[in-house]
Structure formats: structure tokens, C-alpha cells
């Protein structure tokens, strides 16, 4: 078996988290176990925020230091809400230390499809 990192994280979370009672049962789970009911219902709770009844264009701000996001505004129009997302995204970048962290924004349709808001190199 070949081991890459994520063959790794998965036994040292096994090593670290060996049994999960419940029932009275004692069995062995896994990562994906462990951690698939939060992720799922995770991306359940983004795909309706980006979603939007109103028929308007939405900014969701994502904060990539500690996971947090939020629905930053509304929008009329899906120029608007690009050019709102891109603005944010491009000062969000020039301020923080580093790139990797920075907030982040994104435009999207009242269907919830992305319509953009990274700025790359100067885009």
C-alpha cells in the first residue's frame, strides 16, 4: 500500500479515536465516519445560502482563515454583485498577511450557480 498523506491522517485519527460507543456497542469507525453527518450537512446549509428565493444576486463572504462565512449583500443584478464580489476579494488580499488566508467573496445567481468574485493576478 501506497501511503500519501491522507492514508496517514486516517491512522493517526484511528490511533487518536481507536472505538465510538454508542449502544452499548463499541465498533471502529473512521474518518470518514467520524466526520461525513458535519460535512454533509455543512454543504447542505452553503448550497441554500447561496440560493436565493428572492430572485436576487448574492455576495457571500468566506472567511479562509477560520471557515466562517456569511451572506455580505443583495443584489439586483448579476454585473453588480460581481463587481461588489471582486472588490472585496481584491481588498481583502491587499490587506491580509498572507494570501491563503484572506476573506474572500463570491457572486452567485438567485439559482445558487457560482458566478465568479476570485481576483487572480490582477484580474
Not at 500500500?1 to 472505538?19: A, R, V
Request: aromatic share 12%; net charge neutral; charged share 30%.
Amino acid at each position: 500500500m501506497l501511503y500519501n498523506k491522507y492514508n496517514l491522517y486516517k491512522i493517526y485519527i484511528n490511533l487518536l479515536i481507536p472505538f465510538h460507543s454508542s449502544d452499548k456497542v463499541a465498533k471502529k469507525m473512521s474518518i470518514d465516519d467520524n466526520c461525513g453527518d458535519k460535512l454533509a450537512a455543512n454543504w447542505k446549509r452553503v448550497a441554500e445560502l447561496r440560493k436565493s428565493g428572492a430572485g436576487k444576486y448574492k455576495v457571500i463572504g468566506i472567511d479562509k482563515f477560520d471557515g466562517e462565512d456569511w451572506v455580505h449583500a443583495e443584489y439586483d443584478s448579476a454585473e453588480e454583485a460581481l463587481k461588489t464580489a471582486r472588490e472585496l476579494t481584491r481588498d481583502a488580499m491587499s490587506s491580509a498577511s498572507d494570501a491563503s488566508i484572506a476573506t474572500v467573496y463570491y457572486a452567485y445567481a438567485p439559482s445558487g450557480k457560482y458566478l465568479g468574485g476570485d481576483t487572480w493576478h490582477n484580474q
